[in-house]
C-alpha cells in the first residue's frame, strides 16, 4: 500500500506543476540546490485491529465474508517549494484538484485525503525556495481476509430414521 501511494501521490505532484523529479527522501531533499522543489516523503504507519466484517457476492457468483484484520493508516508529507507565494499556492491548488479521492489495491479500497497544510517562508525551513508548503496526506486502507460461504443448493444431504 505504502509503494502505491507514494506513486500516486509522485504522479499527482508532476500533474499540478513540479518540472524536477520529486524526493522522496528527507536527507536528498535537504541537500536540494533548486528553489522550484517537491517530495514526499513518508511519516509513518499505523495499524489498529479491526473486526468489521461485510457480506459481498464475487466475480464468480459465490457468497463471500469479507472481515478486515487490521485497519491501515499511512501518512506523507508532501513538500512544494517555489519561488513565489503565487507560484507555490497555483501549484498547491493544481495538487488538490487533481489528488484521486483513493484507488483500489487488489480489490480493496484505499481513500486519499489531505489533512492539514503548513506554509513556511525561506526563514522557517532548509530549502532554498522563498515558500514553502508541507501538506500532511493520509492513506487509509486495510488487510482483509474473504471466507467463502457454504453453498447450501448445491449440497446434498439425506435424512435417515433409525
Known sequence: MITECRKILIETLKEAGIRNKPY?????????????????LFEKESMQKDLQNRVYTGEDGRKRKRKRVFSRMASFNVVIGEYTVEAAEA?????????????????????????EAEWMDEKDHILKSKVAVQLLVLCNGGVYKDTDYLQTDKVDIQVRKE
Open 91 to 115: 501549484i498547491y491548488e493544481s495538487f488538490l484538484e487533481h489528488l484521486p479521492a483513493g484507488f483500489y489495491i487488489d480489490r480493496n479500497y484505499v481513500s486519499i485525503e489531505p489533512d
Open 24 to 40: 522522496t527522501s528527507q536527507k536528498y531533499l535537504s541537500l536540494a540546490q533548486e528553489s522550484h522543489v517537491g517530495a514526499v
